[in-house]
């Protein structure tokens, strides 16, 4: 587990995609909090699929956890990049 506020599951399938899904209850915070994250997280997953050397299918769900009140308001794109970085890993 990269962090204790999220959590990411990484599934093979054999629809030929990569699939992500990200799961931002309101306790992360109003909606431009939820969907900054969740534009990171794409973000991210789609410079990290142009990495991986082989084409791999697979289903990836993010989910973030509860923690305290102004966790996510503070949180840097680069915090978010280096845990997901630890979960999903680089490939280049």
Not at 49 to 67: A, C, H, P, Y
Request: glycine share 6%.
């Amino acid at each position: 587990m990269p962090s204790s506020w999220l959590v990411i599951y990484r599934r093979r399938n054999a629809g030929g995609e990569v699939r992500l899904g990200c799961t931002l209850p309101k306790y992360v915070g109003n909606a431009v909090v939820r969907n900054r994250l969740r534009r990171w997280c794409r973000e991210y997953v789609r410079n990290w699929v142009r990495e991986l050397k082989d084409d791999q299918t697979m289903d990836i769900s993010i989910v973030f956890r509860k923690v305290n009140a102004e966790f996510f308001k503070k949180l840097q794109h680069e915090e978010l990049d280096e845990v997901l970085q630890k979960g999903l890993g680089r490939t280049a």
